[in-house]
């Protein structure tokens, strides 16, 4: 399993590692810059050997700085010639003092403003000017020396790495502060940081390799865990009744659509049954189209919770995708929610609920709601507001505490989506269902992708899975049923590749 360390956690296991004696007197150090240079070469193997190519080293003050020298080191040992620049002023720290002095052997420290005249003639630039220490934004001179090197690089003519994190990229919340250096390749230390995956942090470090370069990282505090394949989709035995009955409540005549979309991902996922409910102005348009999933006509609220009264076999509840803001819409909510059933909360029921004058007085833990970024603002506009800012200083707020925040505010489950899906419980419990790097499938954000992933995790519920569990699992596999269809990818599609990621869980 995948774990994600922030910026604070990561430097106190550096400190704590740095104490032991395997790791002084730059050791540590020099295994960082030998992993990053390992994975170059592993990437781009025609970098290998050298031997009259040229390398541009960018080094700051600190410790990534320190980094730099290693690695700038080993290069000019295999043959490279090496431009090295300084940027930055300020003390450096002891390994990254010593790691400097050992350069100086080799070759010159040039300042930062010659960098850019020698990434011509470069097959490789190295960016150690900031990572996990970045403590305000990236401003004057130093920017525009981002700029200028940026603009060079989107002419592709050499290849970017990134030690730790690209120069300027929060740690914490995925954000540029001020400017950023932009990156193929980013070789981190011993976990992932949070800023790798959310907001621009995928565009900015290109590919991203983890290296373990021997930092303890078992006793730290984790941020949040990366959603993978999930165990025990698979159906055992039983009766269609032991994998539960998801009830989708759905809109008026004309807009069915999404409802639909929503009932057929519950059914695909495994629910045992699945029925709609529309009103009765749409039962026409949805027997047309519905085979598998149940209808059934549902005037108002008072005849939902005599339903639900009737059959306890109904345990999950979807309420959201085409369900519209009528007034039925809104007695329907309240009476869902009353029934105090596992449900999602989409679309439509989070623009009702965010009406309400007490939202969170509704809901229970067994709720998940499942916003996207408007959505969200709606719901919880002064936590929305702290995320689109950039703040004066590291850590900027970043979508992991938001969310968190959010879902202690709301007592119950809330996953936000984007291609840095978060998803929190009360308890604090954060996972994140990245769509970047290998999973990168842009094509999802497209109409109706957000019902089905209502429908995905109401079929789970259904299933009889526990809400963080179940939005977790939904949402990797809304992912990997898009990357199953590829570019080109309409909403419709989507539960038809459940059936081929299923499989590929076996
Ligand atoms: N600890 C270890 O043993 C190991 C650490 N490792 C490596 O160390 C990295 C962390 O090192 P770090 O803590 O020294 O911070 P780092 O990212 O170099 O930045 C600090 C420097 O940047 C400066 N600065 C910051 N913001 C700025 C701004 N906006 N504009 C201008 N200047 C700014 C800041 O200046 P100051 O704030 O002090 O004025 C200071 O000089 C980590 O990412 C990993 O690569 C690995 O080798 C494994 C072993
Ligand atoms: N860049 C992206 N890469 C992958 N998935 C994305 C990206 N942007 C949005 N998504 C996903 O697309 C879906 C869009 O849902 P939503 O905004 O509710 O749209 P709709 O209401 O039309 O269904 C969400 O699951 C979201 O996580
Ligand atoms: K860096």
Redesign the pocket.
């Known amino acids: 399993m995948s774990i994600l360390i922030g910026a604070r956690e990561m430097r106190a296991a550096e400190a704590a590692a740095l104490a032991m004696p395997q790791n002084g007197q730059g050791a540590l150090m020099e295994r960082a810059g030998e992993a990053a240079l390992g994975a170059v070469m592993t990437n781009w193997p025609e970098l290998a050997g050298g031997q009259g190519r040229a390398a541009v080293v960018l080094c700051?003050a600190g410790n990534?700085g320190g980094d730099g020298y290693v690695i700038a080191r080993h290069l000019a040992q295999a043959g490279w010639s090496v431009t090295l620049c300084a940027a930055g002023s300020g003390r450096s720290p002891p390994d990254a003092a010593r790691a400097r002095a050992a350069w100086e052997r080799h070759g010159p420290v040039h300042p930062a403003s010659k960098a850019p005249d020698a990434l011509p003639d470069a097959a490789l630039l190295v960016?150690?000017?900031?990572?996990i220490g970045l403590s305000r934004p990236v401003s004057g001179e130093m920017a525009q020396l981002f700029e200028r090197i940026a603009e060079a690089g989107r002419a592709d003519t050499f290849r970017r790495v990134?030690?730790?994190?690209?120069?300027g990229l929060d740690a914490d919340s995925g954000r540029c502060h001020g400017a950023c250096?932009p990156a193929d390749l980013t070789v981190t230390f011993a976990a992932a940081k949070p800023g790798h995956y959310l907001a621009s942090g995928p565009e900015l470090s290109g590919r991203l390799v983890v290296a373990d370069i021997g930092i303890d990282i078992g006793g730290a505090a984790v941020a949040a865990r990366l959603a993978g394949p999930p165990a025990g989709l698979l159906k055992r035995g039983a009766h269609k009744f032991d994998h539960g009955h998801a009830l989708v409540l759905a809109g008026g005549s004309g807009r069915g659509g999404a409802g639909r979309l929503a009932a057929r991902a519950a059914l695909r996922i495994g629910a045992g049954l699945v029925s709609l409910a529309p009103p009765p102005d749409a039962l026409a348009e949805n027997a047309a189209q519905l085979e598998a999933v149940m209808l059934r006509t549902l005037p108002d609220a008072a005849a939902l919770t005599e339903w639900l009264a009737g059959d306890e076999r109904i345990n999950a509840l979807c309420l959201g995708p085409g369900l519209g803001t009528d007034a039925r819409a809104g007695a329907l909510l309240r009476a869902a929610l009353d029934a105090g059933r596992p449900t999602v909360l989409d679309a439509d029921a989070l623009t009702l609920l965010s009406r309400e004058d007490a939202p969170f007085a509704l809901l229970h833990e067994a709720c998940v709601l499942t916003p996207h970024g408007g959505e969200f603002a709606r719901l919880f506009p002064d936590i929305s507001r702290t995320l689109g800012e950039v703040s004066a200083a590291p850590p900027g707020h970043d979508k992991l505490s938001a969310v968190r925040e959010a879902a202690a505010r709301a007592g119950c489950h809330v996953l936000l989506k984007g291609h840095d899906t978060v998803i929190a419980a009360p308890s604090g419990e954060t996972w994140l269902s990245s769509a970047a790097y290998g999973r990168a499938a842009p094509w999802l954000a497209t109409a109706g992708a957000g019902d089905v992933l209502a429908g995905l995790i109401t079929g789970l519920l259904a299933r009889g899975m526990q809400p963080l569990p179940a939005a977790r699992d939904a949402s990797w596999m809304h992912v990997s049923a898009a990357l199953e269809f590829g570019p080109g990818l309409i909403a419709e599609d989507l539960e038809r590749q459940v059936p081929a990621v299923l499989r590929a869980l076996c």
């Not at 990134?162 to 120069?167: E, L, Q, R, T, Y």
């Open positions: 700051g990534n960016d150690a000017v900031f990572g990134a030690v730790d994190i690209p120069s250096l």
